[in-house]
């Protein structure tokens, strides 16, 4: 199958041959004929499935058989980084087209504002917005959607997380009800459900091997304990050959840690968090897409919002309190259909959170032996909910320090 089948505008095809888009992905077969008939959609697909190009070639299609192209469709999703990515992305499928998009988001100072506004006021043809900015502009009364058309949510799962639920509700409130909805989503939590019974009409439902990392990424786990984690990380960066890394832990302050100890080590690498001002943020991300900076260290905003192709590695400092958040952060390699590398540290705190991560997936993550170097790891022996339970409720009195068990 290619991209002519689905009989779109020369003019995309021309900017998808630009782009080297030759196959359609698994989602884009099933979606684009969907929205091209005008159908509202639910998808469940994660980030790297190709899900952009999904629902926004069609859109442009459809866009460019209009009059009625000014603030035409409106994309929401929850982070800037994601609003600017989709926004670089709809420029580059609309390059042959004319049609104009514009990243709306928080932060920056009141010339952003300013200038989103006026871009808003002269009717850009697409708007990717972070919810609570497009709230603010929506309340203000400078923006009209009269005659939207299409609304997209990317990443719905994400946004409810994030406590957005009520400010899409409030968005839609201000959108005509006659328009095409299409929800995207990499899980299908109850939650989304509702948010979808709500705002979308009888929709067709896709489904794309839900929470599943890339075929292409080679998944590995050491069993090790946080005093290792700083040897073993040398050892990965001596004895694997690498380009560009990021490098993910669950807490800003872990991130700063480990900046600290690369800049001891004399190591060129960024911090990334959202403690950050935007445009830094902007500058980090651009010299590392530049392969100017080759190591990011960042917490999980990052893990959402970042397109770069050739990621070599990705390294879970620790493992994420969510499992989902592992599948979006070793996402980042492997990006359509090219290969990397995935390695997560697990503590023995940890392993039950892994154990999860195993679960969702549904095969166990190759474990690696600790390098002579760093001595032995923890055993990996994940404790089940009973067990736990047991200990809870043992009579007694409780062990204060929980020992780890040496491997014999
Ligand atoms: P997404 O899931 O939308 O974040 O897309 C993941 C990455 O795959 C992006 O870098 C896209 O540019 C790329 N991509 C999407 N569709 C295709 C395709 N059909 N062929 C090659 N690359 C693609």
């Not at 200038?115 to 709230?135: E, N, S």
């Amino acid at each position: 199958m290619t991209f002519s089948d689905f009989r779109l505008d020369s003019r995309l095809l021309e900017g998808l041959q630009s782009m080297g888009f030759e196959k359609p992905t698994p989602i884009q077969q099933q979606a684009i004929p969907v929205i091209l008939q005008n159908k509202d959609v639910i998808a469940c697909a994660q980030t790297g499935t190709g899900k952009t190009a999904a629902y926004i070639l069609p859109v442009l299609h459809k866009m460019m058989q209009t009059s009625h192209r000014h603030l035409n469709t409106l994309v929401i999703a929850p982070t800037r980084e994601l609003v600017q990515q989709i926004d670089q992305q709809i420029e580059g499928f609309a390059y042959f087209t004319g049609i104009s998009s514009i990243p709306v988001y928080g932060g920056g100072d009141g010339a952003a504002w300013d200038q989103q506004k006026k871009a808003l006021q002269q009717g850009a043809d697409i708007v990717v917005a972070t919810p609570g900015r497009l709230i603010a502009l929506l309340a203000a009364g400078t923006t009209v959607f009269d005659h939207l058309q299409h609304l997209i949510l990317d990443e719905a799962d994400r946004m409810l997380d994030m406590g957005f639920y009520d400010d899409i509700v409030k968005i839609v409130s201000y959108l005509p009800k006659e328009r095409q909805t299409l929800l995207f989503s990499a899980t299908m939590p109850p939650k989304i459900r509702a948010l979808a019974s709500r705002i979308l009409r009888q929709p067709e439902e896709i489904n794309i091997a839900i929470a599943k990392p890339a075929a292409g990424i080679n998944q590995q786990a050491y069993m090790v304990y946080d005093a290792q984690k700083e040897k073993l990380l040398n050892h990965i960066l001596k004895t694997h050959t690498w380009n560009s890394i990021l490098i993910f832990a669950s807490t800003k302050e872990t991130v700063k840690k480990l900046d600290a100890l690369f800049r001891r080590a004399g190591i060129t690498a960024r911090a990334f968090h959202s403690d950050l001002e935007q445009t830094e943020r902007e500058t980090i991300l651009r010299a590392f897409k530049n392969k100017q900076l080759s190591i990011i260290i960042g917490t999980d905003v990052l893990s959402r919002g970042i397109d770069v192709e050739g990621i070599s590695m990705v390294i879970n400092w620790d493992v994420p309190p969510d499992p989902e958040d592992y599948v979006h952060r070793i996402g980042r390699t492997a990006r359509a259909e090219t290969t990397g590398t995935a390695i997560t540290f697990v503590n023995e705190r940890d392993q039950r959170r892994f154990q999860g991560i195993e679960n969702l997936i549904g095969y166990p993550i190759p474990k690696m032996p600790l390098p002579a170097e760093c001595g032995e790891g923890p055993v990996y022996s994940p404790q089940t909910r009973r067990e736990e339970g047991f200990r809870k409720n043992r009579k007694g009195p409780r062990r204060k320090h929980f020992r780890p068990r040496f491997n014999k």
